[in-house]
Nanobody, 127 residues
Framework: QVQLVESGGGLVQDGGSLRLSCAAS????????MAWFRQAPGKEREFVVF????????YYADSVKGRFTISRDNAKNTIYLQMNSLKPEDTAVYYC????????????????????WGQGTQVTVSS
């Protein structure tokens, strides 16, 4: 089992940048696929980006391609989401998600792919 804690959210102006972090507990962090999802008020939680357990595979939602970058530091049990050129439509609660690599079905964009979730961190982009 793994516990996830997000940090780094806040208020930023249109065009600004933020870096989110997700720290994980547990000794086998490098065996977990990880992802970021987000949920805006009144909307479904949506996929943002995936990173595989070794970091070699990354998949981004079209809405964030070229602006967001995911990375992981397995030595620190942490993944990061660098968000640049932020837009008001990026405003949401951002959630970190994880599941063991052998459970992976290939549907990296599905919430059902991940058993473990953080509590979320609020990102607000003002226009």
């Amino acid at each position: 089992q793994v516990q996830l804690v997000e940090s780094g959210g806040g208020l930023v102006q249109d065009g600004g940048s933020l870096r989110l972090s997700c720290a994980a507990s547990g000794r086998t962090f490098n065996d977990y696929n990880m992802a970021w999802f987000r949920q805006a008020p009144g909307k479904e939680r949506e996929f943002v980006v995936f990173i595989s357990w070794g970091g070699s595979s990354k998949y981004y939602a079209d809405s964030v391609k070229g602006r967001f970058t995911i990375s992981r530091d397995n030595a620190k049990n942490t993944i990061y989401l660098q968000m640049n050129s932020l837009k008001p439509e990026d405003t949401a609660v951002y959630y970190c998600a994880a599941d063991y690599r052998t459970s992976y079905s290939g549907r990296h964009y599905s919430r059902n792919e991940y058993r473990y979730w953080g509590q979320g961190t609020q990102v607000t982009v003002s226009s």
